[in-house]
């Protein structure tokens, strides 16, 4: 979270500070701020709010700087608090946590030293001001600084009097680009690419010092080191909104070509080394966040009912302090969008640690997950720029989908192909216009439950998620068997209900719930490829998706859940691509 930007060059450093950072700008948006070379002095400018609220800092003068946009993790979200952080002649972007702020700050205080913000970030800036004296050299300064922190950070550093930036990295992101208009730091490739330009992605522990000169490497003990620079295109930036009012809603339409683009994009699975991986694999474990944890709930679905592989799905957070049991010949899928999600790292590290195999399951090539796996799955998404994820989700499932069926075929089992679910996707999202007409009933609910059996709980759980996150409904994906448990208590005729039906051996039992919930004054709603059902008394209104193998379901009928969520979000006044309180990549603990 958080993203940081730094630039030194030709060109006039505040109009390339302030791009990159509105392309960062899903990392993190309650307040932002750039600090500016000019004149051996260092000029700041910060506001609390989105990038745009810098709008008085594009005029400024100045050849090199840094920029911050925030999501709040230490301190409130307000200007005081907002990066970038001065003291003394230091001047400091952060991106992390630093987990012994507090302790350091207390003998900075014991100093005499005065802070002026809430946040961990700004004692790292005390302490390379003290050792910048002492060293009158910052990359040595910074690294004296680094070497008394715990945690996670990216620092993009300036200092008065030096026409330099210094870059540390330790577990969180961080990009250094060469272009011939001069030299780069950013928290995501998207923020620097273009043409001509090429790119490193810091390792932990590694240093860069940007000068007129360019860019210098330096590994954890400031040796120099030289490092292979990959080409950058026009494509890896941020894309644009087109005719579409948000975000969110193109990257739903674009749910049918990113499964068609990811399904043509995977290795014959069946003739690659990955083929040994998985005859061999007897365990398969699975760790992801959020909607990631969501897909792999559904592939557990699937390799159970194909392959027949025992199949356990951790939310990664919980992996990394369960002292998990591994057992040999334990192949274990990580599953992230950004590839940089913190707690899916420290699990799938964790998880290499206990002797299993690592697969990374990412949407973007150069991230920290794939370069700490040992096999990688690309999605085929394109870039997803909306905090919620839509596409992403759909195209984890044509990867994971696919993978089973390799897991299968490697125990001579037979598996539906999934060749034809991005076709189906397309029929679904035409079918699926009408939940616009739906929101009314959300709009003024207390609490929504999504429903379903099986796979179809898959779905419910990340159809939940999404109204959350963007409409603040309090929402509850559930088991339609496990509600009249308890939870069945909570429904009444503010409480509008979602089931989503389509195994047919299952059918008839959630209809049960549906049937109770109904009883209790609940509207119903309906995702189902089963016209009878759409038809029942008890169903309010309805979207019927195409029929497909059922474990396979999920990425169907995720699709009316997620414009669901969108349009019940723009009725009740939120921005969609950017929810209150939450941030795209979420690159600390
Ligand atoms: C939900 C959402 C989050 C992410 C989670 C993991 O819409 O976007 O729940 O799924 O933070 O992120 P990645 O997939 O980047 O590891």
Redesign the pocket.
């Known amino acids: 979270m958080c993203g940081i930007v730094g630039y030194l060059g030709e060109e006039r450093a505040a109009p390339v500070l302030l791009d990159g950072l509105e392309k960062l700008e899903y990392r993190g948006y309650d307040s932002a701020g750039v600090a500016l070379w000019q004149d051996k002095k260092i000029a700041v400018v910060r506001r609390k709010g989105r990038v745009c609220e810098l709008v008085c800092a594009r005029s400024l003068a100045g050849n090199a700087g840094v920029g911050h946009t925030r999501w709040a993790t230490h301190g409130a979200p307000s200007e005081r608090n907002a990066h970038p952080h001065r003291f003394g002649a230091v001047c400091l972007v952060h991106n992390g946590i630093l987990e012994n702020a507090a302790a350091l700050k207390e003998e900075c205080l014991a100093r005499g030293e005065v802070f002026s913000s809430d946040t961990d970030s700004e004692v790292a800036a005390h302490l390379m001001n003290a050792f910048l004296a002492e060293e009158s050299d910052l990359l040595r300064a910074v690294k004296r600084a680094c070497e008394l922190l715990s945690g996670s950070y990216a620092f993009a550093v300036l200092a008065e009097g030096r026409e330099e930036i210094v870059c540390a990295r330790m577990h969180s992101p961080l990009v250094v680009a060469r272009g011939t208009d001069g030299v780069f730091a950013a928290s995501d490739l998207c923020a620097v690419a273009a043409e001509g330009r090429s790119a490193y992605v810091l390792e932990d522990g590694e240093f860069a010092r940007l000068t007129k000169e360019g860019a210098e490497l330096f590994d954890s003990a400031l040796r120099p080191v030289e490092r292979t620079f990959f080409a950058l295109a026009a494509q890896q930036a941020a894309p644009e909104k087109g005719s579409f009012a948000h975000f969110m809603r193109k990257e739903i339409e674009e749910v049918p070509s990113a499964i068609e683009n990811t399904l043509s994009g995977l290795p014959d699975l069946l003739n690659s080394h990955l083929y040994e991986v998985l005859c061999q694999t007897e365990y398969l474990h699975i760790v992801?966040?959020?909607?990631?944890?969501h897909s792999g709930l559904c592939m557990k679905a699937v390799v159970e009912k194909f392959a027949r592989v025992p199949t356990q799905v951790f939310v990664a957070s919980e992996y990394r302090y369960c002292d998990p049991i591994v057992p040999e010949h334990t192949l274990t899928v990580a599953?992230?969008?950004?590839?940089?999600?913190a707690d899916?790292l420290a699990a799938a590290q964790l998880a290499l640690e206990r002797g299993s195999r690592l697969l990374a399951v990412?949407?973007v090539e150069h991230s920290s997950l794939n370069r700490l796996a040992q096999h990688v799955l690309p999605t085929r998404a394109g870039r997803e720029v909306a905090?919620?994820?839509?596409k992403?989700?759909n195209a984890q499932l044509a990867v994971l989908y696919s993978l089973a069926a390799a897991l299968a075929a490697g125990r001579g089992r037979r598996v539906p192909s999934p060749a034809a679910l991005a076709v189906l996707a397309r029929e679904t999202l035409c079918a699926s216009g009408r939940v616009a007409a739906w929101t009314p009933y959300f709009q003024g609910a207390r609490s929504v439950f999504f429903l379903g059996r099986g796979a179809d709980r898959c779905a419910a759980l990340e159809g939940s998620?999404?109204l959350k996150?963007i409409s603040y409904l309090p929402s509850e994906g559930y088991a339609a068997g496990e509600l009249k448990h308890g939870t069945l208590a909570l429904v009444d005729g503010a409480t509008p209900v979602v089931a989503v039906i389509t195994d047919p051996q299952l059918a008839d039992k959630t209809m049960n719930a549906v049937h109770e919930v109904y009883a209790r004054g609940a509207a119903v709603f309906l995702v189902t490829p089963f016209e009878e059902l759409c038809a029942a008394q008890e169903v309010t209104a309805s979207v019927r998706i195409p029929r497909c193998e059922p474990a396979y379901s999920p990425i169907l009928s995720v699709i009316p859940l997620q414009l669901l969520a969108y349009h019940v979000s723009l009725a009740l006044g939120h921005d969609p691509d950017k929810p209150r309180n939450?941030a795209?990549?979420?690159t600390v603990e």
């Open positions: 992801a966040c959020g909607t990631a944890y599953i992230s969008q950004s590839g940089e999600t899916t990412t949407n905090v919620a994820a839509t992403s989700f998620l999404k996150e939450l795209k990549s979420v």
